[in-house]
Structures are given as structure tokens and as C-alpha cells.
């Protein structure tokens, strides 16, 4: 029988031999073999996934791995800017009633006469573009009972000046602001009180110089206005419809 089945299995063909013809132990190589191609191929498309990508982190300026510093000294985490440090005295912002200052006057300073009925009278040191309340508040203040009505406390103070608090109000053409004690007493003509200050003037004390009319004379307030008051008589120059002859005509007759 055994004869037999080996003579008919000699004769089939070999694509049927090799079909039927698998041992166990040839199965299990070939599985073997299967899933060591499986594995290997799950380990590429493994490999070949998308992944995210950390952006590289920020170095600061200076030396490598150093953290900036902050204004009190400790050092901040790399890539962060440290925060703005107190300001100076010279970039100081100004204080609460003081008038606008221009670029470099920050550090400038004024000096003031205040007299009459004030806690201290006497000479007052004060930043550039300060104005009369700032002067009184140096000054320890009116004393009660003062009559300060004819006294502009918003005016913007000049260099030299001086402000006379209780005094009787100054006469025109003099110094507006100021009570009492300005050149010539009451009733006093107003071409007798001196030059004319851009400062202070008003509009129709202004017509009064020459060459000035109306609009010119608003043309100096709206400049006096815009900065803060005149440091100096040449700043005339930059008014508009003021040239090299008016200039020249009008800057003997006027002050800051």
C-alpha cells in the first residue's frame, strides 16, 4: 500500500508535489520568515511617521547662555527684555500744574522772586514751564484770607520774575500776572512800563507794537500756546509772518 501511494504520488506533476508536499517543518520556517517581513515592515512605516518639530529656543544678546538682566539687577529668563528701570531726573515726566517743556529743558531750571502774602517769601528755584501755583505751592502757600482773584495762577512763569501775591493788580502793559510792584504805580501810562511780555501779553497789548496788527498778534499767542510761553526773545523768529526787519524792529520793545 505504501509502495503504491509513493508510485502515484511519483507521478503527479511537480506544481502538485510542491503544492501538497510541505512538512510542518517547512511551514514553520515559512511563517517564521512571514512575520519577521511583517515586523520589519511595521517598523519602517513606523519610523517614517510625521512628527512635530520644536521651534529652537531664543538666544539672548551677549554671552552664550546668559539671561538679560533686569534694572534691579536679576537676571531674566533668555529672550525676555527687561522690564524699563525708573526714570531719571532729567527725564522725569513733570509734575501735576506744570506747563509743557520742550526736548533738553527737562533738567533746566528757573528762578523766581515771590513776595507779598505767602507763608515763605524769597527766591524760588523751579523747573523750566512752571507756572505761578507752582511758585505759591513753593512758596508754603497764600496765607488765609488772601485775595488772589486778580492773580492768573495758569500763567507760565519766565526767568528773573517776580510775583507779588495780595498786592494791588498791576496796571497794563506790564507783566500780566504779576500784583503790585510792577513798574509804575497805578494809573501809569503803559508805554512807561517797560518792554512787553510774550509771555503773558494779551492780544490787544500786542497791537500795540509796531508792525503788529490783530493777526499777528494771534499768530504770537497761538505760538505762545502751542509751546508752552517764550524762553527767549529770538524764538519771535519762528512765529509766522515774523521776518529778519520785524524782528529786528520789535526785539527791543518785548521779553520772554
Not at 517614517?48 to 538682566?69: D, I, K
Not at 522772586?113 to 501755583?133: E, H, N, Y
Not at 507794537?209 to 499777528?216: C, D, H, K, R
Request: hydrophobic residues 40%; charged residues 15%.
Amino acid at each position: 500500500m505504501a509502495r503504491a501511494g509513493e508510485a502515484l504520488w511519483e507521478r503527479m506533476p511537480l506544481w502538485v508535489q510542491a503544492r501538497c508536499g510541505l512538512t510542518p517543518r517547512t511551514l514553520a520556517a515559512l511563517a517564521f520568515v512571514l512575520v519577521a517581513a511583517g515586523a520589519l515592515a511595521a517598523q519602517h512605516f513606523w519610523s517614517g511617521r510625521p512628527q512635530s518639530v520644536q521651534a529652537p529656543a531664543v538666544v539672548s544678546e551677549g554671552l552664550p547662555g546668559a539671561g538679560a538682566r533686569s534694572a534691579d539687577g536679576r537676571e531674566q529668563p533668555p529672550g525676555s527684555h527687561p522690564a524699563p528701570g525708573p526714570l531719571s531726573s532729567a527725564g522725569a515726566l513733570p509734575a501735576p500744574g506744570t506747563g509743557p517743556t520742550r526736548p533738553g529743558a527737562a533738567a533746566a531750571r528757573i528762578v523766581v522772586d515771590v513776595s507779598g502774602k505767602v507763608r515763605k517769601p524769597g527766591i524760588q528755584r523751579l523747573p523750566a514751564g512752571s507756572r505761578v501755583t507752582d511758585a505759591l505751592r513753593a512758596a508754603g502757600g497764600v496765607k488765609e484770607g488772601t485775595d488772589t482773584s486778580g492773580l492768573n495762577q495758569a500763567r507760565v512763569l519766565t526767568d528773573g520774575e517776580q510775583v507779588i501775591v495780595g498786592g494791588s493788580p498791576a496796571p497794563a502793559g506790564t507783566a500780566g500776572g504779576n500784583t503790585g510792584g510792577g513798574a509804575g504805580g497805578p494809573g501809569a501810562p503803559a508805554d512807561t512800563a517797560g518792554p512787553v511780555s510774550l509771555s503773558s501779553a494779551t492780544v490787544e497789548q500786542l497791537d500795540t507794537l509796531p508792525g503788529v496788527g490783530p493777526v499777528l498778534a494771534q499768530h504770537i499767542i497761538d505760538y505762545r500756546t502751542e509751546h508752552g510761553g517764550f524762553t527767549s526773545v529770538d524764538e519771535l523768529r519762528q512765529v509766522t509772518g515774523i521776518g529778519d526787519r520785524r524782528f529786528s524792529d520789535l526785539q527791543p520793545l518785548v521779553r520772554p
